[in-house]
């Protein structure tokens, strides 16, 4: 301990970094399913997803102080595990001894998630595209947004450590919330398991709003022209009334006739029929 009796004396960087590996071994001898932060190079993270968290955290005064100090600490290796559950985050960070991190999330409130999906209907063509980050502007815009955005805000998250700093947000807690960031961008599906809503609804309303869409315009589209082309048949677009070919009560049915057929084959009767066993032939001419 230093003089004051209340912080522990200074370690090095790379003292920290061996004692973050050796905890790291440790662990995982015992059996423990730990998942470490590894940052290679000097962008924590490279995907949409990933930049997206970050740059939030970095939107609110709150948390501008310890931030600096939280991005040096994942840099060098020293969140020895991270794990994210439904609203929750747990971690342990390695300093001058191993400390415990714990986050909740509130979840997502459903007046929210249904503005989103809303919002993203039609704009959003797949699963992969949406993990991905392959989004319009507009879309990218509703889910980043400060407020009424997928990012928690901060009411709504709870912090925790077990260090002796007494800050809201101590470097250890700012570490593994830019080692979220990290994280995201190997499996951005769990940014919705933190946030406790189902990415699946996007596409959902995705794939619905093309059938949906189908106005008079579109069935002005299938013309007879195209029918013509298509069925090689020929449609009289004449006026029609019940008494063109028709009794009365009939239902009205366009005439529908075979191409190259005139009409004057049309008029012609059938042939008369010969009775059975009668010899003689129908004169010519005769209908």
Same mark, same amino acid.
């Given at each position: 301990m230093s003089y004051y009796g209340y912080w522990p004396k200074y370690v090095s960087v790379r003292e920290k970094q061996k004692?973050?590996?050796?905890?790291?071994?440790?662990?995982?001898?015992?059996?423990?399913k730990i998942t470490p932060i590894t940052i290679e190079g000097k962008k924590i993270a490279n995907t949409f997803w990933g930049k997206a968290w970050c740059e939030h955290l970095e939107s609110f005064s709150d948390y501008a102080n310890r931030l600096p100090r939280g991005r040096s600490y994942v840099k060098n290796g020293y969140v020895v595990h991270l794990g994210i559950r439904a609203g929750e985050i747990n971690a342990l960070v390695q300093g001058s001894s191993l400390y415990r991190v714990s986050i909740s999330i509130t979840a997502t409130a459903k007046k929210r998630w249904e503005q989103i999906v809303k919002s993203c209907v039609g704009k959003i063509d797949s699963l992969l595209d949406l993990l991905h980050g392959k989004l319009s502007k507009s879309v990218m815009e509703v889910m980043t947004h400060k407020q009424d955005g997928?990012?928690?805000?901060? @009411?709504?998250?709870?912090?925790?450590?077990?260090c002796p700093d007494g800050a809201y947000m101590c470097k250890h807690v700012a570490a593994v919330m830019y080692g979220v960031?990290? @994280?995201?961008?190997?499996?951005?599906?769990?940014?919705?398991?933190?946030?406790?809503?189902?990415?699946?609804?996007?596409?959902?309303?995705a794939t619905k709003a093309p059938a949906m869409a189908i106005t008079a315009k579109s069935k002005s589209d299938i013309s007879d022209q195209n029918l013509q082309n298509i069925f090689g048949i020929e449609i009289d677009t004449g006026n029609f009334t019940a008494d063109d070919n028709h009794n009365k009560g009939s239902p009205i049915v366009p005439h529908v006739a075979k191409?190259?057929?005139?009409? @004057?084959?049309?008029?012609?009767?059938?042939?008369?029929i010969v009775k059975k066993g009668s010899h003689k032939k129908p004169k010519k001419g005769r209908p």
């Open positions: 004692k973050a590996a050796d905890t790291i071994k440790k662990l995982q001898k015992k059996g423990e997928l990012f928690p805000r901060p @009411k709504e998250i709870e912090l925790s450590c077990s960031g990290a @994280k995201f961008d190997n499996e951005p599906e769990l940014l919705f398991l933190l946030r406790q809503v189902d990415q699946a609804d996007l596409i959902a309303q191409k190259n057929v005139t009409k @004057k084959a049309a008029k012609k009767s059938p042939k008369k």
